[in-house]
């Protein structure tokens, strides 16, 4: 490797978060923010805790002054801070800090994620809707559209849990709201929260079920008055 190689290799690189790439709009920074923005991250990672608008602007297409003015409102707009410092000889001295700018990063981070969420449910809870409609092959009544709502909102079940729930009721030839109801009912009284769990209890539900219905076959050859099998879905 050449000096000159070892040179460009020394001057190391900054991190940031791409978050900061996704965001800053969202921000209210502009571009000329944003990369004077860097230009503190780089300073600071340097070493250098306080780098003058002569020294930013140096590395910017922008004037000093200009510079100046970009700082100015960076501070107002809280998204750097200047803190003091003490040397080793205990002279005060003043720094940039960009915590600031890290907070307000998440704070803005969390928001987008929740507002992603909140749409994906919008989008999951029309699409439970769809889905009951198409296997009831009717629109849904206002009494049976509440009862969704319920189910959502007050036994905060996850629509895929619901939709899980109506494939049980479609396989056992019971579609409606009732025998649905009481899948999710028995689901949550016994901890079912995910698809692979509701798929692995209906599995073994069937499979009881068959035994059982064996049995009872069975006794009836012996029994006079034999018990019949109910199962816990059983309306």
């Not at 978060?17 to 209210?28: C, E, F, S, V």
Request: with cysteine.
């Amino acid at each position: 490797m050449n000096e000159n190689m070892v040179k460009w290799v020394q001057e190391g690189n900054i991190s940031i978060p791409r978050a900061l790439l996704l965001y800053y709009k969202d921000m209210n920074i502009n571009e000329n923010e944003l990369v004077l923005l860097l230009h503190v991250i780089s300073f600071l990672e340097k070493g250098n805790d306080f780098p003058t608008p002569t020294e930013i602007s140096s590395r910017m297409t922008i004037s000093t002054s200009q510079c100046t003015e970009l700082l100015r409102k960076l501070i107002q707009k809280g998204f750097i801070k200047i803190d003091d410092g003490y040397s080793n000889e205990g002279i005060r001295f003043e720094k940039y800090t960009i915590e600031p700018l890290w907070q307000k990063l998440v704070n803005e981070y969390l928001l987008n994620q929740n507002a992603q969420q909140k749409e994906q449910n919008e989008k999951n809870e029309m699409d439970l809707y769809t889905v009951f409609e198409q296997e009831f092959g009717r629109p849904l009544s206002p009494f049976e559209c509440e009862t969704l709502a319920l189910w959502l909102d007050d036994d905060r079940h996850e629509p895929i849990i619901i939709k899980a729930a109506l494939r049980e009721a479609v396989i056992s030839g019971k579609l409606n709201f009732r025998y649905i109801d009481r899948i999710l009912f028995e689901w949550k009284k016994n901890g079912i929260k995910t698809i692979e769990q509701a798929k692995s209890y209906g599995n073994k539900f069937r499979q009881n079920s068959r035994h059982s219905v064996r049995t009872n076959s069975e006794e009836e050859t012996s029994r006079p008055e034999a018990v019949p099998f109910y199962n816990w879905l059983e309306q």
